[in-house]
């Protein structure tokens, strides 16, 4: 074997796409363009999730997460939060049959305890009734923050320390890992930003330390499988290093 095929060898094969998740942007503006409310933006956008689950599911992908509402959401005017939760409920009532019929199964990361005790009952129901579903891991991150999540991790961290469970030098990566959002699914491979923004936005700070990006100025109610598919294809040509060499 030639050095270079050596080489070659090592570079890590990492190009299948197992776990997309998404930064849904952009439905405020898309709304305000056509002379509409908001909200009507969002509600556009809930079509855009439809299609991007159905997507996923067609593509066989094994997880996909979706940014629904952010920590930092709050600070928008009172209305727009409040039609955006009902949203959120009428949606989650209305889709999780076919959720279920799917073997979609549905898990929501944040911190849900904010929420009605009406929208919190509808996730632990819709939770409840597709956690034995084989097939698409549907993430909707939903008062979830990058920040927040690591903060959890590391309180549950103290706490065995505090008990005497746990060392300080005991804790490596690999612990923190199991203490955050998402810690049971294959790594997150893609992320998505619709919208035209270059930023995370406090989404995933932990988890997308390896992930590829792609942004697009597509506005989010206007994400369809052909744009997608475009991610899709981006993802496909690059060559994920992981820190090892090039050649
Ligand atoms: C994304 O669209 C949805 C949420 C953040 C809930 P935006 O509401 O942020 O839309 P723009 O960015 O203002 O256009
Ligand atoms: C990110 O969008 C949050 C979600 C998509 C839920 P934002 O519109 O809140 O992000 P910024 O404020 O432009 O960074
Ligand atoms: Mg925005």
């Not at 929501?108 to 005790?117: E, K």
């Not at 697009?216 to 052909?226: G, M, R, S, V």
Request: glycine fraction near 6%; proline fraction near 2%.
């Amino acid at each position: 074997m030639s050095s270079k095929n050596k080489l070659k060898n090592y570079k890590p094969k990492g190009t299948k796409l197992r776990h997309v998740a998404i930064i849904m942007d952009g439905n405020g503006r898309w709304a305000h363009k056509k002379g509409k409310l908001r909200i009507f933006g969002h509600q556009a956008g809930a079509e855009s999730v439809r299609r991007a689950i159905n997507f996923a599911v067609s593509y066989h992908l094994d997880a996909l997460t979706l940014y629904a509402f952010s920590s930092e959401n709050w600070k928008r005017p009172r209305q727009e939060v409040i039609a955006l939760l009902e949203l959120f409920v009428r949606v989650l009532e209305k889709e999780v049959h076919n959720l279920h019929k799917n073997k979609i199964r549905l898990n929501v990361i944040g911190d849900i305890s904010r929420f009605s005790a009406r929208l919190q009952d509808c996730i632990r129901y819709s939770e409840k009734k597709t956690q034995h579903n084989k097939g698409l891991i549907l993430n909707i991150a939903a008062n979830y923050g990058g920040r927040w999540d690591i903060i959890h991790g590391v309180r549950a961290l103290a706490a065995q320390v505090q008990d005497g469970r746990l060392r300080p030098d005991q804790i490596e990566e690999q612990t923190l890992s199991e203490h955050l959002c998402l810690n049971q699914i294959a790594p997150v491979d893609l992320v998505i930003r619709t919208g035209g923004e270059y930023r995370i936005s406090n989404f995933l700070l932990w988890q997308v330390a390896y992930a590829e990006f792609w942004f697009t100025e597509t506005l989010w109610p206007d994400f369809d499988e052909h744009v997608f598919e475009r991610a899709i294809n981006a993802f496909l040509k690059r060559e994920r290093r992981f820190g090892c060499m090039t050649v």
